[in-house]
């Protein structure tokens, strides 16, 4: 008996008129390059939903940046029919709702209501490499909100595979028999359709009521160019209908229902969602930051008295500059993030002036992934060239008037008595090989970390979790991480509030003049080292001038590092080759073009070069082909 | 060797626009510069337009080039006159390459076709360069009888490693004596000498320095070595065989020339070039002061100007369509350009700010003269002559006299 449910079983699972005891809603929890995109793929093919002709490599995964990196950034949910052989013989058919979850920590806010809309996950790691961080925060979430866990080992088929190895890692996560660990091969289909089996006899049923107010959980929303806001819902109790007028409760704002349906693999209209349904929603707005992630929607004319949830808007921890290379793009940065908010209601951003940099934006992002994505799709998608700054969190700085400033940008960092700075922290997990603990442990250490435990996942491999001040994160922790464990940790962090540090800020002056693109907030212990640093390559940056250029680095009237770039002694051309005149006049015209490209401070000329160069990290430089 | 200049194409007559007929010149006194393209050997470091014989061909060798240099001498009267601007010469300056690989005889011809086709002022000052390796006593007189007032040896460095690393042949011992026979001649004399050179140290300089000052000479000039693209020695820093010459060194070593000069009465009249008061070269101070000078042979540079607007153009680079567009009765330029009022008042600026009497400051655009005040406060300009209205450079001025001419004209 085929699976795949035939026209009469269809019937019985008709969108609209599904009784919730056919659905199950699940999503997986998966690593990066865990397989999770394929195992999609090959579950869309099994059930019919798309044909082989059609298939698409990793289905799921629109936006080009995600198919390159390999990495869901915005999830969606995909229904599926699916048929089960009946005890007493016969088959009976489901709805299976596969949502999909944004696999990196930057988007925990966006994972917690993906997980939010379903009653299962299916635990998916990859046999050669077994569970990661992120992937462990993920199952944490998942396990907190009583979802059933599926455990499955993919990519069974490798040669590397070492499955018996990461069951029992998985059974003791999880709990249960290593026997119950799902051995399959996204690539090869092998144990697909008993994992989909699996879900329909493991995870529960939707429970809702059919007739109380409508009540739907808002757990993502894109910006479509054609059809404006496509909002994706889970439907927990009462009935959504087309034309009607729905209220999203968070904002008061009310729409008319455009449109309802499902995704199968593409949107198919409906008469509505009933309970425990899961589809999307189109009203004709333009901004998702009307269709908020978390958000609960309900009916106008018959309101619920109570949200599901209280909602939270995301909030930006890591900020940035973005600014125009060359400065006339400043036009077309604004434009460009304009379009990029349509679809990102977590990006932040208002406009900042540099002396150094120009023109620019003050950004806000999540997490420094999601930092690096809107980065590339300016340069991609929008053709700009940017220079960022340095990313930096948020402090609060109190002073002893009790007057209190949020920085974003260490310029910000305000002067005059300070009593207290505050600064965020995060509860970080890195799970490694435990050859690598006196590695980790150093690094955390010199981070200002602070261990709060650690256990053995197996006997090779171990779970270190620290609390760390998320500025020490954001620069290249990550990068040094991996660097000192030859690529085999992995790391999550959560933010866990903040806490008061002895921090400063350290000015950088040229020929006493301060450049705001060079300052920086850190740990009185480092301001040291970094004034040492960012004075020692600018001094190799910064072409000679006429005259001598002090570089120092200041905490605030204390100089704390000083180099010196050595006045220029000899400019002069010497000889007219036989009289060309003509070709020392072009020599100086283009000289004099030059100088209009160089940035001015105080007297010092800075070539734009400069100060990319001063402002990227090295490592950064090299992690990114690493990645 | 440079490249030449991006240019419009010039008429094949060689004509000159009819407007400079209506406007008198900016300078007064007509120069003509005679290029000798020819060499024994060619310098590791030179990129000026010269060949040896073994790298030319038929047609365009040796001995057929004083006669060819007539031929654009007889054009260069034609040409001028056509506007109004054929004048007897104040100056003549046969430079090369090496213009001593001629025969006497042949220099002496080429002078004398410049007379008769353009006339010579009965002061005129006539130049050759020479090698000191290439004269002797009686070449240098029969240069004075030919008509000759003036002879620019390349002398480089007193330094034997110095001369090596710039594939200089001649023994050092014998400047002094060359210098002495051209004086005995009658000849004014002048020593050229290159700082900066790969190995050199600042008593190497020093040396060179005094050395060619006790000659008793009263005129010198001292380039900085420029490595310039294509030159062999430019290859041999780029495979590290040869360190790049460090501006500082240099810097300090023009500082060290520049004293020694003076304190043997020889004063700085423009950056590279030093003289006895009336010994200064006229033929060199004309480029800087904008007067009308044409250039004879291959890649030679000419310019014809006025206050408002000017012409400069260049031969072709190599001797050979040189030779075969002369004999053709077609002009020997490659390209010209015409400068407009704007591109003329900026080289009145690059030029005019390196010689002692300095630039009016009255000739400069208003942000030209605003900037003269911080120039004066960095210690590039002098202050005293700022005030009688002339930018004059100081010593460190003239080392960074590319930077003060873009404030200048800024």
Redesign the interface.
């Known amino acids: 008996m085929s699976p795949i449910p035939n026209a009469a079983q269809v019937a019985t699972i008709a969108p609209a008129a599904t009784p919730p005891h056919l659905l199950r809603n699940f999503c997986i929890i998966a690593h990066i390059d865990h397989g999770k995109s394929t195992l999609a793929d090959r579950m869309l093919q099994l059930t019919g939903v798309v044909d082989e002709r059609t298939m698409r490599a990793q289905y799921l995964d629109r936006m080009e940046i995600e198919r390159e990196r390999g990495i869901t950034i915005k999830s969606q949910a995909v229904r599926m029919p699916w048929a089960v052989a009946e005890p007493g013989g016969g088959s009976q058919a489901y709805a299976l709702n596969m949502i999909d979850t944004p696999g990196h920590v930057d988007f925990t806010y966006e994972v917690s209501r993906s997980l939010a809309a379903c009653e299962g996950a299916v635990l998916l790691v990859d046999a050669a490499q077994g569970i990661e961080a992120q992937t462990l925060a993920n199952l944490y979430l998942a396990m907190e909100q009583d979802l059933a866990i599926i455990p499955v080992l993919n990519k069974i088929d490798l040669p590397a595979a070492q499955p018996d190895r990461y069951a029992e890692e998985i059974a003791g996560l999880v709990g249960g028999d290593p026997e119950d660990v799902l051995r399959v091969s996204g690539k090869t289909g092998a144990g697909v359709a008993e994992l989909l089996d699996r879900i329909v006899a493991e995870v529960p049923a939707p429970v809702g009521d059919a007739d109380a107010a409508a009540r739907a959980m808002i757990f993502d929303s894109v910006y479509d160019t054609y059809r404006g806001v496509v909002t994706y819902v889970r439907v927990v109790d009462g009935h959504l209908s087309p034309r009607e007028r729905i209220l999203m409760m968070s904002t008061r704002a009310t729409h008319e229902l455009l449109e309802i349906g499902v995704i199968s693999p593409e949107a198919i209209p409906t008469q509505g969602l009933g309970v425990g349904e899961v589809g999307y929603l189109i009203t004709g707005v333009k901004d998702v930051r009307h269709s908020k992630v978390g958000d609960t929607v309900t009916n106008q004319s018959k309101p619920a008295p109570q949200a599901l949830a209280e909602y939270h808007d995301p909030k930006p921890m890591v900020y940035s500059g973005l600014y125009p290379i060359d400065g006339s793009d400043y036009p077309v940065l604004r434009d460009a993030l304009d379009k990029l908010k349509l679809n990102d209601a977590a990006l932040a951003y208002e406009p900042e002036t540099s002396v150094a940099l120009g023109f620019g934006f003050r950004v806000g992002f999540l997490g420094l992934l999601h930092l690096e994505i809107v980065r590339e799709r300016l340069e991609r998608e929008f053709d700009l060239d940017l220079i960022s700054t340095a990313p930096n969190v948020v402090y609060t700085v109190t002073m002893e008037d009790r007057t209190v400033h949020q920085v974003t940008n260490p310029s910000e960092f305000p002067g005059g008595k300070i009593s207290e700075v505050r600064e965020p922290v995060v509860r970080a997990t890195v799970l490694a090989p435990s050859e690598y603990i006196g590695a980790i442990m150093e690094l955390c250490q010199s981070r200002r970390g602070e261990l709060l435990g650690m256990d053995y996942l197996s006997p090779e491999r171990v779970e270190m979790r620290y609390t760390l001040p998320l500025a020490e994160i954001v620069f290249d922790f990550f990068d040094q991480l991996k660097s000192r464990t030859k690529g085999y940790a992995s790391l999550d962090y959560e933010p866990a509030g903040d806490q008061a540090s002895d921090l400063v800020k350290v000015d950088v002056l040229l020929q006493g003049e301060q450049v705001d693109a060079f300052s920086a907030i850190v740990h009185k212990d480092k301001a040291y080292s970094y004034g040492v640093a960012m004075a020692g390559k600018l001094k190799e940056l910064i072409p000679r001038q006429?005259?001598e250029v002090p570089i120092q680095a200041a905490v605030g009237s204390r100089v704390i590092a000083r180099e010196t770039v050595?006045a220029?002694?000899?400019?002069?051309?010497?000889?007219?080759?036989?009289?060309?005149?003509?070709?020392?006049?072009?020599l100086?015209?283009k000289?004099?073009e030059g100088?209009k490209r160089m940035k001015t401070i105080g007297r010092v000329d800075v070539p734009q070069e400069a100060f990319i160069a001063a402002l990227s990290t090295d490592s950064g430089k090299d992690d990114k082909a690493k990645k | 060797m440079?490249a030449l200049?991006v240019?419009e194409a010039v008429p094949d007559d060689g004509s000159l626009p009819g407007w400079l007929a209506d406007v008198p010149p900016a300078a007064p006194g007509l120069g003509l510069?005679l290029?000798v393209p020819f060499c024994r050997v060619r310098c590791g470091y030179c990129?000026?337009?010269t060949y040896t014989a073994a790298e030319l061909g038929g047609g365009a060798d040796q001995a057929g080039y004083a006669t060819t240099a007539s031929l654009e001498i007889a054009l260069a009267a034609r040409t001028l006159s056509s506007v109004g601007r054929a004048r007897s010469l104040s100056t003549v300056f046969v430079?090369g390459g090496t213009p001593t690989m001629l025969p006497t005889s042949d220099l002496a011809r080429m002078l004398a076709t410049a007379r008769d086709e353009l006339g010579l002022d009965p002061d005129a000052e006539v130049t050759t360069e020479a090698n000191p390796d290439s004269v002797d006593e009686a070449a240098l007189e029969r240069l004075a009888e030919a008509g000759f007032t003036r002879v620019s040896f390349g002398m480089q460095s007193a330094v034997r490693h110095v001369l090596a690393t710039l594939d200089r042949t001649h023994d050092p011992d014998r400047v002094p004596q060359v210098v002495a026979w051209a004086r005995r001649a009658g000849l004014a004399v002048s020593l050229d000498l290159i700082y900066g050179t790969p190995g050199e140290t600042v008593e190497d300089w020093r040396r060179s320095v005094e050395a060619a000052l006790e000659t008793g000479v009263d005129h010198l000039s001292a380039?900085?070595l420029?490595v310039e693209d294509g030159t062999r020695m430019a290859g041999q820093v780029r495979r590290g065989l040869l360190p790049a010459p460090d501006?500082?060194d240099?810097?300090?070593k023009?500082e060290l020339v520049d004293e020694l000069a003076s304190a043997a009465g020889l004063a700085w009249y423009e950056?590279?070039n030093w003289a006895r008061p009336g010994a200064a070269c006229r033929h060199n101070e004309a480029?800087w002061r904008g007067s009308d000078?044409w250039?004879v042979g291959p890649?030679?540079?000419?310019?014809v100007g006025t206050p408002q607007a000017s012409v400069?153009w260049?031969n072709v680079k190599h001797p050979r369509p040189y030779a075969e567009r002369l004999a053709r009765h077609r002009t020997p330029a490659a390209g010209r350009?015409l400068l407009d009022a704007a591109?003329v008042a900026?080289?009145r600026t690059?030029?005019g700010v390196r010689v002692a009497e300095g630039l009016a400051v009255q000739s400069l655009a208003p942000g030209g003269r605003t900037a003269v005040a911080g120039l004066v406060a960095?210690g590039?300009v002098d202050g005293a002559a700022a005030v009688r209205g002339r930018v004059v450079l100081t010593r460190r001025g003239?080392?960074?006299?590319?930077?003060v001419?873009?404030a200048l004209?800024?």
């Not at chain 1, 220029?568 to 072009?586: F, H, Q, S």
């Not at chain 2, 890649?299 to 310019?303: E, I, K, V």
């Open positions: 006429q005259f050595r220029m002694r000899k400019d002069v051309l010497a000889k007219c080759y036989g009289g060309d005149i003509t070709r020392k006049r072009k100086l015209e000289q004099k100088k | 440079p200049p240019g510069y290029h990129d000026f337009t430079g380039y900085a420029v501006p500082d240099q810097a300090t023009y950056v590279s480029y000078w250039g890649g030679a540079h000419s310019h400069r260049w350009e591109s900026l080289e690059l030029l960095d590039l003239r080392l960074l006299a590319d930077a001419v873009r004209t800024a």
